[in-house]
């Protein structure tokens, strides 16, 4: 049981000490273009949409109050 504990700690045989915790990744570009474009598909659409309901709330609350409670417009 100890053997496997200690195991895990050890670094791997074929790394040199200076390569330890460090990968080297390959990023395809056309990959990479075509996942940030669906993510942007997805994404902006939501993000209008919080913009938007933000520029209307912060319409109203301009609106209720600079109006007297006489003058209140219900929407």
Request: hydrophobic share 40%.
């Amino acid at each position: 049981m100890d053997e496997k504990a200690n195991s895990h700690q050890q670094p791997s045989e074929t790394a040199s000490d200076g390569d330890v915790g460090h990968v080297l990744l390959s990023i395809d570009k056309d990959a990479e273009r075509s996942y940030v474009r669906k993510l942007d598909f997805y994404l902006l659409p939501f993000l209008s949409l919080c913009y938007f309901f933000s520029a209307v709330d912060r319409v109203r609350i301009t609106i209720t109050l600079t109006l007297s409670d006489a003058q209140y417009i219900v929407i």
